[in-house]
């Protein structure tokens, strides 16, 4: 039977070992906490995280990782961007010679604003370092919704090989050498989605929001181009599919937390009474800095650090964007 390890059981996690399961493997999933691998072992769910989605018996848990580098050379790692430095150091000692490790987050590391890739490139350099990416909500992924997504490496053959590991009638992986686009799509718009909240939550009209989200994927492309990214893979699932999705609806967590900023117009506010995940509130200082590095214009990233971090007036905010400069369609 085909093996595959998932290192973190949040609900994204949760929802990929049921995918890999669906698609014959046999899956070692590593939890920090030892209630969540009991439950898993003896009541087969996951109650914290992913309630009521009963888990076969292809899905095993630990809270050793030795254990899952044991089972497995291929894991799937998905614990917050934020977090990835950490958990991958803590991999290191059991990681293989050219075991494959697919990046499942999206994000930029704050602190360094290096692309989690550059990250695990670092940490783990024994590694083949591989991403998954693309629009798809945890619980619809799940349920068995429908789902399309992007699988990125640069080393022939291996994107081609977690497709067959992951693909299901409901998980569609498209593939690409490209790691650049996925990785800043994936992370730029969840800052694109909190913009998207934020017009929609202070009422500024759809064809505002609409206007935001186009220009948002110009920014989203800019960026990955200045970094060697493909224009085509920017307009696939990773890019294009992703914005679509998490600006588009309320149960996006960048979305929200943009709607209740742009609602109350008290940003401070509602990110001290935050208790989710939200990574495009870690995501906008690094990807600026990235932006500002690299001399890549990003107007309305900039403007989600002003209204965020800065005290910056919402409707000031859409003034300023509207009055820039006059210029060509276009990348």
Same mark, same amino acid.
């Given at each position: 039977?085909?093996?595959?390890?998932?290192?973190?059981?949040?609900?994204?996690?949760?929802?990929?070992? /049921?995918?890999?399961?669906?698609?014959?493997?046999?899956?070692?999933?590593?939890?920090?906490?030892?209630?969540?691998?009991?439950?898993?072992?003896?009541?087969?769910?996951?109650?914290?995280?992913?309630?009521? @989605?009963?888990?076969? !018996?292809?899905?095993?848990?630990?809270?050793?990782?030795?254990?899952?580098?044991?089972?497995?050379?291929?894991?799937?790692?998905?614990?917050?961007?934020?977090?990835?430095?950490?958990? /991958?150091?803590a991999m290191k000692p059991f990681v293989k010679e050219n075991g494959v490790i697919v990046l499942c987050a999206k994000g930029i590391e704050e602190n360094s604003g290096k692309m989690?890739?550059?990250?695990?490139?670092?940490?783990?350099?024994?590694?083949?370092? #591989?991403?998954?990416?693309?629009? &798809? =909500? *945890?619980?619809?992924? %799940?349920?068995?919704?429908l789902a399309c997504v992007t699988i990125a490496c640069d080393r022939p053959g291996i994107a081609a090989k977690l497709t067959e590991l992951l693909a299901t009638p409901y998980f569609?992986?498209?593939?690409?050498?490209?790691? @650049?686009?996925?990785? @800043? +799509?994936?992370?730029? $718009?969840?800052?694109?989605?909190? *913009?998207?909240?934020?017009?929609?939550?202070? %009422?500024?009209?759809?064809? #505002?929001?609409?206007?935001?989200?186009?220009?948002?994927?110009?920014?989203? &492309?800019?960026?990955? $181009?200045?970094? +060697?990214?493909?224009?085509?893979?920017?307009?696939?699932?990773?890019?294009? +599919? !992703?914005?679509?999705?998490? *600006?588009?609806?309320?149960?996006?967590?960048?979305?929200?937390?943009?709607?209740?900023? &742009?609602?109350?117009?008290?940003?401070?506010?509602?990110? *001290?009474?935050?208790?989710?995940?939200?990574?495009?509130?870690?995501?906008? $200082?690094?990807?600026?800095?990235?932006?500002?590095?690299? +001399?890549?214009?990003?107007?309305?990233?900039?403007?989600?650090? $002003?209204? /965020? =971090?800065?005290?910056?007036?919402?409707?000031?905010?859409?003034?300023?964007?509207?009055?820039?400069?006059?210029?060509?369609?276009?990348?």
């Amino acid at each position: 039977m085909k093996r595959i390890g998932i290192i973190g059981t949040g609900i994204f996690g949760t929802a990929l070992a /049921l995918t890999a399961a669906r698609a014959g493997c046999s899956v070692l999933c590593w939890a920090r906490n030892q209630e969540i691998s009991d439950d898993i072992n003896l009541r087969h769910l996951n109650s914290k995280y992913l309630p009521n @989605i009963p888990l076969p !018996d292809a899905i095993r848990a630990t809270s050793s990782l030795s254990d899952v580098f044991d089972f497995t050379d291929t894991v799937l790692l998905t614990t917050s961007a934020q977090s990835t430095r950490s958990v /991958l150091q803590a991999m290191k000692p059991f990681v293989k010679e050219n075991g494959v490790i697919v990046l499942c987050a999206k994000g930029i590391e704050e602190n360094s604003g290096k692309m989690l890739s550059e990250v695990a490139r670092e940490e783990v350099p024994a590694a083949v370092i #591989a991403v998954l990416s693309g629009p &798809g =909500f *945890a619980i619809d992924i %799940a349920r068995q919704k429908l789902a399309c997504v992007t699988i990125a490496c640069d080393r022939p053959g291996i994107a081609a090989k977690l497709t067959e590991l992951l693909a299901t009638p409901y998980f569609r992986p498209y593939t690409t050498a490209d790691m @650049i686009s996925p990785q @800043i +799509g994936g992370s730029v $718009k969840n800052v694109i989605a909190i *913009a998207s909240g934020v017009i929609e939550g202070a %009422a500024f009209g759809d064809g #505002a929001r609409a206007a935001l989200i186009t220009r948002g994927l110009n920014e989203m &492309g800019r960026l990955s $181009k200045a970094l +060697g990214g493909l224009p085509t893979t920017m307009m696939g699932m990773s890019g294009l +599919g !992703d914005l679509v999705l998490t *600006a588009n609806c309320s149960q996006s967590r960048n979305f929200s937390f943009g709607y209740a900023v &742009g609602t109350c117009g008290e940003a401070q506010k509602v990110i *001290a009474e935050n208790t989710r995940t939200v990574e495009g509130l870690h995501t906008a $200082k690094a990807v600026l800095k990235l932006a500002r590095k690299l +001399g890549v214009e990003m107007p309305i990233c900039e403007m989600v650090n $002003k209204v /965020l =971090f800065e005290n910056f007036p919402l409707k000031a905010a859409m003034e300023e964007l509207m009055n820039r400069p006059y210029k060509e369609e276009g990348f």
